[in-house]
């Protein structure tokens, strides 16, 4: 007799037992470079993905803000981008606008950039140099640290003293060449530890490359289905990317997970001898492409239900001229559009009666399973076993 349907968060049931498997070595780890590193051979085969609900209904998407992109380093932004005095940036992460900006001691801070009196932003979004923020509703100012240091007609305010209010501090690190903010948090996660792997292979890979181009995509899809598609080992680059796909030996592309980050890799299939593509992911949705002397990253960013935002940044190494440059976004821009197709296709089919999540390919989606346990516990949701009777 097979066991009776788990439930669902929130009082709700499905016809099948949707739920990540669980039971005993929940994740299948081995030791690799003193890491864990998923064991695609354990439970992998027996495995199903998250059902439809996670990426439609509006319940997940507070706790993707709350739980995922609010307990979790993020880069803002390149370091060269407020690098001078009163130079800042203000943008949103996940729901949450914030600043980054450089004191006229050269302090670099990053707060939220709302007002403390009516909510109104105090710096539009973009990059900007200041002296101090505005805020375009009351007149409300801020210095570049966040701190409140007037107030219009405050005569009379006798309980609201204003140092007591500055505007929420939000964590910061410059690491590499990026500066890396954390929602206002007791104890955040080391950037380290988020970051894991990566800080080695970044210096040895992408040393040379400088920044050429920047652009935003906003895709109708939820920000997990542009990560689930990202991180299926290459499965759709054939059929999605024909493209893509010549230029690469397919049969070789692997995957291998280190701790909170996977790195999929391919031999490139022109004549330099060892030349690679390599896809890292850095939990939760920060992506870094490689290929050659080109790389690019990705920042997914949920953008309401079934919308999200990729901020891409191109780099390159040595001199880039504007055709080149024109040539390489040209190239991943019909990648991208490519693939906002096809996550826009998934979006539109999660709504039906009759898709309820499906299993995993062992071979190619180690890393999107991974990526779906550790969704999973950062949110709360319940694993337990899959179609397992």
């Avoid at 739920?19 to 051979?41: A, Q, S």
Wanted: charged share 20%; aromatic share 12%.
């Amino acid at each position: 007799m097979p066991k009776p349907n788990p439930p669902l968060p929130f009082g709700k049931s499905g016809p099948y037992a949707y739920h990540l498997r669980n039971t005993g070595n929940p994740c299948g780890l081995y030791r690799l470079w003193g890491l864990e590193v998923l064991d695609p051979e354990a439970e992998l085969d027996r495995a199903w993905s998250l059902p439809p609900e996670c990426y439609t209904r509006p319940e997940w998407l507070v706790l993707d803000r709350q739980r995922v992109f609010g307990a979790s380093w993020l880069p803002a932004c390149r370091a060269e981008q407020v690098a001078e005095a009163g130079a800042y940036l203000a943008l949103n992460l996940a729901g949450e606008p914030v600043v980054i900006a450089r004191d006229p001691s050269g302090v670099l801070s990053a707060f939220s950039n709302i007002c403390r009196h009516r909510a109104a932003r105090v710096a539009a979004e973009g990059c900007g140099s200041a002296t101090r923020f505005t805020c375009p509703y009351h007149g409300w100012m801020y210095d570049l640290t966040g701190r409140l240091t007037g107030i219009p007609e405050g005569v009379g305010m006798s309980t609201f003293r204003r140092e007591d209010h500055p505007l929420p501090a939000w964590h910061l690190e410059v690491w590499d060449r990026w500066v890396w903010v954390h929602p206002p948090h007791p104890e955040p996660q080391p950037l380290a530890g988020q970051i894991g792997p990566f800080q080695e292979w970044l210096g040895v890979h992408m040393e040379g490359f400088r920044w050429i181009a920047s652009r935003e995509y906003q895709v109708a899809c939820d920000w997990k289905v542009f990560v689930d598609n990202y991180l299926d080992g290459g499965y759709h680059v054939g059929p999605v990317h024909p493209g893509l796909a010549a230029g690469l030996v397919g049969k070789a592309y692997s995957t291998r997970v280190l701790g909170d980050c996977s790195l999929q890799s391919c031999p490139l299939s022109d004549t330099t001898a060892g030349a690679m593509a390599w896809y890292w992911h850095l939990w939760p949705a920060w992506m870094v492409n490689l290929y050659g002397d080109v790389a690019d990253t990705n920042l997914v960013l949920p953008d309401g239900i079934g919308r999200c935002r990729v901020q891409f940044d191109w780099y390159a190494r040595g001199d880039c001229p504007p055709e080149r440059v024109e040539a390489i976004l040209a190239s991943s821009d019909q990648v991208q559009r490519e693939d906002m197709q096809i996550c826009e296709e998934v979006q539109s089919n999660l709504s039906s009666r009759f898709y309820h999540g499906g299993p995993y390919v062992p071979k190619r989606e180690v890393a999107g399973w991974r990526f779906h346990l550790k969704w999973a516990k950062a949110t709360g949701f319940k694993l337990s076993g899959a179609g397992n009777g």
